[in-house]
């Protein structure tokens, strides 16, 4: 959100539509006004653990791009993205626990298997370290930007969402966030254009996917 001039920052103003329906969904924001229906968070809550193990695939994914690719300090940042997720399904195991949510029953639904497919796409080795981790980048902030609405001044979010909210709208997560697009800006301004057109279309179907995952947890799709 915070505007520096970079390519990344850009984007997200000429798809500011977009945008906004990925990071002010009514499923998020029902979490901060206090209408959330929980049948609908706890299925967020099983959807995305199953998620979370797809993203770790993906990232590391992204880490060895990095390693081949790039000669820069990228490298510990998206390394202690990806140690983060082991306190992330650790995080999301005991959760479910307080909610009985049963991670060992959960199927991933249609919306959720069509972003985890995405994310297996970057496997291919064909795949540049830029448009990878312009797709990380957004993916982080999407989370990043809807959390932090919901601990955002106003808020009525139930004291027992707070400790979802913050675990991604935390000051230290936007830190990180900012790294990546740090990183995702300098390797889009030393890239050629066909690969910042294909960094800008995985940025606009990350967006696409976000509300999608949204939309099944608040409806069931
Ligand atoms: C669907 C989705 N997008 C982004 C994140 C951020 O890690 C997540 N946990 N789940």
């Not at 490298?75 to 959760?95: C, N, Q, Y």
């Not at 991933?108 to 796409?121: G, K, W």
């Amino acid at each position: 959100m915070d505007g520096d001039g970079g390519t990344a920052a850009a984007w997200m103003a000429t798809h500011r539509g977009m945008y906004e329906r990925a990071t002010r969904h009514p499923f998020t924001v029902s979490i901060r006004d206090g209408s959330i229906d929980l049948a609908a968070f706890k299925r967020w809550l099983g959807q995305d653990y199953t998620f979370v193990q797809g993203f770790v695939a993906f990232v590391a994914s992204v880490l060895l791009k990095c390693c081949k690719e790039s000669d820069s300090s990228d490298m510990e940042t998206i390394l202690g993205g990806l140690a983060s997720l082991s306190d992330e399904l650790s995080w999301f195991k005991k959760e479910a626990a307080k909610w009985s949510v049963d991670l060992a029953g959960i199927s991933p639904l249609s919306s959720n298997m069509e972003y985890c497919r995405f994310l297996q796409s970057f496997d291919d080795p064909e795949i540049s370290y830029t448009v990878a981790i312009t797709t990380f980048w957004i993916i982080e902030t999407v989370y990043q930007d809807s959390f932090a609405f919901c601990i955002e001044e106003g808020n009525k979010t139930p004291g027992e969402l707070l400790r979802t909210c913050q675990r991604w709208g935390s000051p230290e997560f936007k830190l990180y966030c900012q790294s990546l697009q740090q990183i995702a800006d300098r390797c889009l301004a030393n890239a050629p254009p066909d690969v910042v057109k294909s960094a800008e279309e995985a940025f606009l179907r990350v967006l696409e996917l976000e509300t999608g995952f949204w939309d099944m947890s608040s409806s069931q799709s």
